[in-house]
T-cell receptor, first 113, second 113 residues
Framework: QKEVEQDPGPLSVPEGAIVSLNCTYS??????FMWYRQYSRKGPELLMY??SSGNKEDGRFTAQVDKSSKYISLFIRDSQPSDSATYLC?????????????WGAGTKLIIKP | NAGVTQTPKFRVLKTGQSMTLLCAQD?????MYWYRQDPGMGLRLIHY???????AKGEVPDGYNVSRLKKQNFLLGLESAAPSQTSVYFC????????????FGPGTRLTVT
């Protein structure tokens, strides 16, 4: 079993819809949670970063961490065609001295105009 | 600042040929990583470096070698390419604390025939 599970999709929704992307993980030591966005034929870029539990909002994006359920989510409100990309979750614990991240497989998101 | 750059962007190799992928970063980051990305498998860590002159194995190191002779450069070598090494290769770097954000290069698309 992988340490981080993420549905690869694709997830196709109409423009303006609320999108929910999710990852589950098995290592209770994870403390840092990130969402990266990767456009086609580009490198991933950091979208949201959360430490420990709770919510974090940035414009149309909200990252949510539920450590009791080992479940993280990324919500996108008023989705736009420009949000079409692959979204990767990444996480790590405190004890990783090499700052290595553990990655989900990525969910391909398609926003239909 | 250019951030993280990778050369070449594309390459086609025949089985058994060798090549070196170059990664350069201008952010004075200590930590550098080489990943491969295959459909449905997310990012898999090949090798990483925690500083100039250091290297270590990641999740899928077989068939690859690396060197970090200068802080800003991280080289990935394939001594005898195999079709299983057909992939997109990404280099990333981070300064570590307080942010663990990894900055990615644009990727190298490698095909081994």
């Amino acid at each position: 079993q992988k340490e981080v599970e993420q549905d690869p999709g694709p997830l196709s929704v109409p423009e303006g819809a609320i999108v929910s992307l999710n990852c589950t993980y098995s290592n209770s030591a994870f403390q840092y949670f990130m969402w990266y966005r990767q456009y086609s034929r580009k490198g991933p870029e950091l979208l949201m970063y959360t430490y420990s539990s709770g919510n974090k909002e940035d414009g149309r994006f909200t990252a949510q961490v539920d450590k009791s359920s080992k479940y993280i989510s990324l919500f996108i409100r008023d989705s736009q065609p420009s949000d079409s990309a692959t979204y990767l979750c990444a996480m790590r614990g405190v004890v990783y001295s090499n700052y290595q991240l553990i990655w989900g497989a990525g969910t391909k998101l398609i926003i239909k105009p | 600042n250019a951030g993280v750059t990778q050369t070449p962007k594309f390459r086609v190799l025949k089985t058994g040929q060798s090549m070196t992928l170059l990664c350069a970063q201008d952010m004075n980051h200590e930590y550098m990583y080489w990943y491969r990305q295959d459909p449905g498998m997310g990012l898999r860590l090949i090798h990483y470096s925690v500083g100039e002159g250091t290297t270590a194995k990641g999740e899928v190191p077989d068939g690859y070698n690396v060197s970090r002779l200068k802080k800003q450069n991280f080289l990935l070598g394939l001594e005898s390419a195999a079709p299983s090494q057909t992939s997109v290769y990404f280099c990333a770097s981070t300064r570590g604390t307080p942010s663990y954000e990894q900055y990615f290069g644009p990727g190298t698309r490698l095909t081994v025939t």
